[in-house]
């Protein structure tokens, strides 16, 4: 049992992480590479993100030593329909010497194991987007929200930059003069916290500064919002009460009231320590006492352990996750 | 005075209307053509619909007997820093035989002008977008919303479609039946109003339906919400009404608490005999109670009196308007 590794990635939209593990909890190597989402970098690249991980994370591995490997994907589901970008894995896969199968997971499953061991429970994520599933038997079951931008995203970091900018400009339509976070906004945004003598020229150059970017851009405006409450700015504290409200109301979407089983936080929003984590963790422990809440960490040796799962050797799944999945920091 | 000829013209995103008219209210030509806004449809495209609109209108009129003229046109404050779209219009203007000056007015002026000849009040437009202004003086002075589909529009044509959509989600989501507004919008935006055995394919699915499209169009779907709350669908119901209350909301921004000039409303949305036309009005009154309400009616007349004001034979502009613009249906 010793002789056995087992092989994680965590591919992520700005990064990729890979880790080579043995069954007591080893760490025989890591890997790191950029975005490898084949559906959002097409299948080359995706394919070279993945292989530059893996061979960092096996460099001083015998290739023969592997046994199982998962790699965890946002949009997973599709790659099934993407021949290309399934092809791109498989040769990456085996330019690093790997033979073993390997599974593709989706990266909220992974997100979840990385948070506890329990085959059942709910996982919610905020980063760029937001959604929240139900984990049965380590599977992905339902899901609420993930619908997107244009359509949901409720509580993400689009929807405070979005909400964000919806309140400077209610704001400039009323005369007022911007708070602290309208002003960092316009800074932000127009380069300038100086408001036109006609507000309505501000209101004009800050919706054209928005939508003459890509419309997801507006996430990129979450972490002022984030500094702002931090400060305790009034606006900054209502916008991530809401988004918290938001978050938890998808989650409730999905798991039951009377729910008992742990609840793991994601995405970058929920595990830095921010206003918006401490407050959608007391707004779930509030709507769900007693289960257990932790926040998503090390999702390459996630990966590792689910793929560990399988193996005939492993028969406590359960130690097994305490020796190879740190717990988040 | 009665040979004195006005000539209006009422810009819009799909057709361009034009009126030509004496001071005593006597139509001497009307003329029709498609949208002519230079911003969306480009200068050339745009001379050459409003060209044809005009000489629909002057057709069997000497063109020496028009004193004056007047464009209404969204986005009119563009167009002075377009020289391309201005000269196509003073070329249109040349080629209909013109030799008069013409103004060019933002289409919200010239929508409250056909509702009312009072000189101050408010306007409220809920099309495919929304937005609220303060007129002074016959004059657009402060906005409210009018912020674009990404950013704004509460309560507008895109506000309504977006959100029945959200709504059909969350209850797919929740893994609940979808209800008669639902199964409307299944029908219309998958061709069937089957459900997936999982549910979470029907919701890719219409994520999927509505991304692959230009997101302005979920603005194509608020005619059915509107029908659903004609047949009391409460969904839809519940759609209106917060719809309704947005629209009041963003007027209250500009609108003191304590205003008695008029308001009038406007818009495809405000102007048909909708549920959210009667929603919107009836909650004007509460906020508003005394204050004359009124419908936008013909916009190519209403320009041809903004016009019209300025001629010395016009001593009372209140008793044209009364003679030029007629009342809404």
């Known amino acids: 049992m010793s002789d056995t590794v087992v092989v994680g990635l965590d591919v992520g939209g700005t990064s990729t992480r890979a880790a080579a593990l043995t069954l007591t909890g080893q760490r025989l190597g890591t890997g790191r590479a950029g975005g490898g989402n084949p559906t959002s970098h097409g299948a080359e690249r995706a394919a070279a993100e993945i292989g530059a991980a893996l061979r960092g994370a096996v460099a001083d591995v015998d290739p023969a030593r592997v046994r199982a490997g998962a790699i965890g994907l946002a949009g997973a589901g599709r790659l099934h329909a993407d021949p290309d970008g399934r092809a791109a894995f498989d040769r990456a896969w085996r330019d690093a010497g790997l033979r073993c199968p390997y599974a593709v997971h989706g990266d909220a499953l992974v997100a979840y194991a990385s948070g506890t061991a329990s085959p059942d429970g709910t996982v919610l994520i905020a980063g760029t987007g937001a959604i929240a599933a139900q984990v049965r038997d380590l599977r992905l079951d339902r899901a609420a929200d993930g619908h997107g931008w244009l359509l949901g995203d409720a509580g993400s970091g689009f929807w405070l930059g979005r909400e964000a900018v919806r309140r400077l400009l209610a704001d400039l339509d009323q005369g007022r003069q911007p708070g602290a976070l309208g002003t960092r906004l316009l800074t932000e945004l127009l380069g300038s916290d100086r408001v036109a003598a006609r507000p309505r020229d501000t209101v004009d150059a800050l919706v054209q500064a928005v939508t003459c970017r890509a419309p997801v851009e507006l996430a990129r405006l979450a972490p002022l919002v984030v500094a702002a409450a931090v400060d305790a700015e009034p606006v900054a504290v209502g916008l991530i009460g809401a988004a918290a409200g938001h978050l938890a109301d998808s989650a409730a979407r999905i798991r039951p009231a009377d729910a008992v089983e742990p609840v793991v936080v994601g995405g970058g929003l929920l595990t830095a320590d921010t206003p918006l984590a401490t407050a959608v963790c007391a707004e779930l ?21 689910l793929a560990a799962r ?13 020796l190879l999945v740190p717990p988040a920091a």
């Open 310 to 322: 399988d193996l005939p050797e492993v028969t406590d799944p359960a130690a097994l996750h305490a």
């Open 285 to 305: 422990a509030r709507r769900w006492p007693g289960a257990p809440l932790s926040t998503a960490g090390d999702g390459a040796a996630a990966a590792a352990w």
